[in-house]
Nanobody, 118 residues
């Protein structure tokens, strides 16, 4: 099993920045693919950014150019650098992981709240 713990959420003004961290423990080697999802009140969960073990990253159109996903495999940690934050970015942000590209994300953190005030 992979245990994921997010940190770094908080409240920030519109235009501000935050960096989220996701520490993987347990069988962390199984976290080949890692991602950040978010869920706003009354909305479905959506994928925000994805990164493979070798650092290939992809982004949702809504955050492209503002968010950067990265990972430090030596520290078993993934990051989400969020810049130019907007009130629409307000959500609970979840870290997720999986071992294979062809399966759904099956390891999830507990989430961290990000609130962007206008």
């Amino acid at each position: 099993q992979v245990h994921l713990v997010e940190s770094g959420g908080g409240t920030v003004q519109s235009g501000g920045s935050l960096r989220l961290s996701c520490l993987a423990s347990g069988r962390s080697y199984m976290a080949t693919y890692m991602a950040w999802f978010r869920q706003a009140p009354g909305k479905e969960r959506e994928g925000v950014a994805y990164i493979s073990n070798n650092g290939v990253a992809t982004y949702a159109d809504s955050v492209k150019g503002r968010f950067t996903i990265s990972r430090d495999n030596g520290k078993n940690t993934a990051y989400l650098e969020m810049n130019s934050l907007k009130p629409d970015d307000t959500a609970i942000y979840y870290c997720a992981a999986k071992s294979y590209s062809s399966v759904p994300y099956n390891y999830w953190g507990q989430g961290t709240q990000v609130t962007v005030s206008s």
